[in-house]
Structures are given as structure tokens and as C-alpha cells.
């Protein structure tokens, strides 16, 4: 990807840390026929559900669903695991309709409203994304890489800085914050930490 390539101890970085996937699932009823009270469904698979030919096999992969607040008759479902992929093949019908089953199945209703839309996210297939979060692998512990070892500089010299070293490239996100990896909050403290580096070595003050 790099021309020239990184640093061995980057490329190693990049190459060890994990990128996961989950995926959103958004069910439009039109109306919510849930009691006002509700914040949602949590799913506890047991071992017999788990068998159970009728449901969608990549449906147990899904952990939930959650109420959104101040939008009328919409459940918010939440996929993982090897679902999380299999989601992104299946039209948003087939979704809609595996979905309803699974809510019929844990919620004992005979009846559901049926879903009026269904949509549901594709972060795998997206080529400008490719996953959700980024995660510290066993390889890692393994290889002493942590993701601070993505947001130190990398030092060079430039046309203008021919003289001594300085930050020519530098990495920022959410998978470069020691602490606070895989959070907003770990990305843009990692953007403004790397911003602040770049002004003190390239922007002299007037
Ligand atoms: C489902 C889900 C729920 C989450 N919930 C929370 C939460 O509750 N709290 C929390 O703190 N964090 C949460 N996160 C994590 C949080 O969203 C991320 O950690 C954060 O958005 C990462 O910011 P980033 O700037 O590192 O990367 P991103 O936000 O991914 O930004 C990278 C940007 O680069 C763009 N891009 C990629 N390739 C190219 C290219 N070649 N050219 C130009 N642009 C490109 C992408 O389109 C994207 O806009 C959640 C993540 C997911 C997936």
C-alpha cells in the first residue's frame, strides 16, 4: 500500500492489530407496538434455540435489538460474528423477514406488525471502511505491538527541513490511541495530539 514501504515496526503494527465487524440492522413497523417503556430486546440464546431449524442460522449471531428514542415504530438489531458478514449478502427483505421470526420466536407473539422497511449496514463490503472496530489481537500480546506504536512520527527530512529531522507522516484514529482505542473519544484525542506535532515542527510562528 505504502511506496516506499513504512517502518518494519508499522507495517508489523498495521499487519497484527485486528479490524472486526458488526453490523446495524434498522426495522421500520411503522408503529411501535412494544410498551412505551421499552428500551429494547436482548437476546439470551440457549443451547435449544440455538438449534432451532426454523430461525435463520446467521440470526443467532444477533445480540438484540434496542428502541430508538424519538423514532416511532423503528427497532435498532445488532449483528457480530460470522452474521455480521452473512447480513451483507442477504437482500434487505430476507433480513426483514428472518428478523420477525427471531422477534416472534423470543417474544412469543404469534402475530408481529410486519417490517414496512428494513435497512441494514454493509461496513465489510464498503471499500472506504472494510469493518468496524479495530481490536488488539492475541499476535499482538505476542509481539509486544500495541496501537501507541501506530501514533509515534515518522521522522524525516524535507526540502525545506534538510537540516534535522521531522514529522513527515503520522497516523491518527481510532486504532492508534493507547488507552481509548476503538472510541470517538480515543480518535480525535489522537488527531488533535498529531495536528498539535505537525504545527510545532512545520508552522513557525510569525
Ligand atoms: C456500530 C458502531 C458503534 C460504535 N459506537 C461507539 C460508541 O458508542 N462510542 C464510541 O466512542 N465509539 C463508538 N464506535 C467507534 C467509533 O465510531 C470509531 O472509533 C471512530 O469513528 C473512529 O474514528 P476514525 O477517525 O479513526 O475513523 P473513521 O470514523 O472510520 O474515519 C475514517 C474516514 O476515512 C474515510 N476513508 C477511508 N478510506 C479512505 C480513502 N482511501 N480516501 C478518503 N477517505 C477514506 C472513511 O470513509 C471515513 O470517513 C462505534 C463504531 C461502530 C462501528
Redesign the pocket.
Given at each position: 500500500m505504502f511506496n516506499p514501504s513504512l517502518p518494519s515496526p508499522f507495517s508489523r503494527a498495521i499487519e497484527c492489530l485486528g479490524f472486526g465487524l458488526?453490523n446495524?440492522v434498522f426495522l421500520d413497523f411503522g408503529i411501535s407496538w412494544w410498551k412505551p417503556s421499552t428500551k429494547g430486546f436482548q437476546l439470551l440464546w440457549k443451547e435449544e434455540t440455538f438449534c432451532n431449524k426454523k430461525l435463520a442460522a446467521w440470526t443467532r449471531d444477533m445480540t438484540g435489538f434496542d428502541v430508538l428514542p424519538n423514532h416511532e415504530g423503528i427497532l435498532l438489531g445488532w449483528v457480530g460474528g460470522r452474521g455480521a458478514y452473512i447480513v451483507e449478502t442477504l437482500s434487505e427483505q430476507q433480513v426483514a423477514t428472518d428478523c420477525e421470526n427471531l422477534l416472534k420466536h423470543y417474544l412469543k407473539f404469534d402475530k408481529i406488525f410486519p417490517v414496512k422497511k428494513c435497512l441494514r449496514t454493509q461496513?465489510n463490503a464498503n471499500k472506504?471502511?472494510r469493518g468496524?472496530?479495530s481490536h488488539i489481537t492475541t499476535r499482538c500480546d505476542v509481539d509486544g505491538i500495541t496501537p501507541c506504536c501506530l501514533a509515534e512520527p515518522i521522522w524525516g527530512k524535507t526540502k525545506k527541513k534538510y537540516d534535522k529531522d521531522v514529522p513527515i507522516m503520522m497516523f491518527?484514529?481510532?486504532?492508534t490511541h493507547e488507552s481509548f482505542y476503538?472510541?470517538?473519544?480515543?480518535?480525535y484525542d489522537t488527531?488533535v495530539k498529531q495536528a498539535q506535532t505537525f504545527l510545532r515542527y512545520h508552522v513557525t510562528k510569525s
Amino acid at each position: 500500500m505504502f511506496n516506499p514501504s513504512l517502518p518494519s515496526p508499522f507495517s508489523r503494527a498495521i499487519e497484527c492489530l485486528g479490524f472486526g465487524l458488526i453490523n446495524k440492522v434498522f426495522l421500520d413497523f411503522g408503529i411501535s407496538w412494544w410498551k412505551p417503556s421499552t428500551k429494547g430486546f436482548q437476546l439470551l440464546w440457549k443451547e435449544e434455540t440455538f438449534c432451532n431449524k426454523k430461525l435463520a442460522a446467521w440470526t443467532r449471531d444477533m445480540t438484540g435489538f434496542d428502541v430508538l428514542p424519538n423514532h416511532e415504530g423503528i427497532l435498532l438489531g445488532w449483528v457480530g460474528g460470522r452474521g455480521a458478514y452473512i447480513v451483507e449478502t442477504l437482500s434487505e427483505q430476507q433480513v426483514a423477514t428472518d428478523c420477525e421470526n427471531l422477534l416472534k420466536h423470543y417474544l412469543k407473539f404469534d402475530k408481529i406488525f410486519p417490517v414496512k422497511k428494513c435497512l441494514r449496514t454493509q461496513w465489510n463490503a464498503n471499500k472506504y471502511v472494510r469493518g468496524s472496530y479495530s481490536h488488539i489481537t492475541t499476535r499482538c500480546d505476542v509481539d509486544g505491538i500495541t496501537p501507541c506504536c501506530l501514533a509515534e512520527p515518522i521522522w524525516g527530512k524535507t526540502k525545506k527541513k534538510y537540516d534535522k529531522d521531522v514529522p513527515i507522516m503520522m497516523f491518527a484514529g481510532e486504532a492508534t490511541h493507547e488507552s481509548f482505542y476503538s472510541t470517538t473519544h480515543g480518535a480525535y484525542d489522537t488527531g488533535v495530539k498529531q495536528a498539535q506535532t505537525f504545527l510545532r515542527y512545520h508552522v513557525t510562528k510569525s
